[in-house]
């Protein structure tokens, strides 16, 4: 019996990776710079998007492309856009901060002395055989530039702007007839009319009854 199976369009093909085969400590994270060392865009730079623990890759902005089929739209007028696959974490080298060459790291646990005065022990990377630091990039929470952010002064979020007359509805009149049930009126008047109706057949029966 031929047994159907679904499209990987609606459920895509999860890689499965042996626990044992995970990377443990990982070297790369999100925002670094790398260097790709093998497949197609072998010996091209390219910034970390996403990193995946559990199937040990990587995704590399603007790098291994492919061809997607999606339905047209404005950002797609041909039905076809690229997107990024995933690549292996074998194939992208860390760059040497000072000369932007690929370079293996070493893994060190390093105190540092914070602004506050407290101590603390973390691990770093640095340049295999020498003391040059390889920084961790800092975070991007968003796309919006400086002058964008925290455009709004705590004094106008705390500012009161709605003043109550009480000569208008709290609603607009067109709002509250757009939620009004046109039909209110002639149910509670067809529900009215059937009530006296059946309090009519009820006396009508006791007095033929008596």
Known sequence: MHRARASTRMIP????????DKIKHWNIV???KVAIVAGKDKDTIGEIKSVDRKTNTVIVEGKKLAKKH????PAAPEGIIRKELPIHYSN????????QIPTRIDRRKVEKTLEDGRI????????????????KPRRKYNDQSGEELFTTLPEDVLAVT????????PFPQDLVKELRNPYK???QINLNATSTKSVEAETSQTTSST
């Open 162 to 169: 709605y003043q109550p007359d009480p000569l208008q509805p």
């Open 92 to 99: 992208v080298m860390l760059l040497h901060p000072d000369t």
């Open 185 to 187: 009126k002639k149910f």
């Open 30 to 32: 999100t925002g670094d």
């Open 70 to 73: 999606v339905p047209k739209q």
């Open 13 to 20: 093909k999860i890689n499965w990776v042996n626990p044992k």
């Open 120 to 135: 603390i022990s973390r691990w770093s990377r640095f340049v295999k055989g020498t003391d040059i630091e390889i920084p």
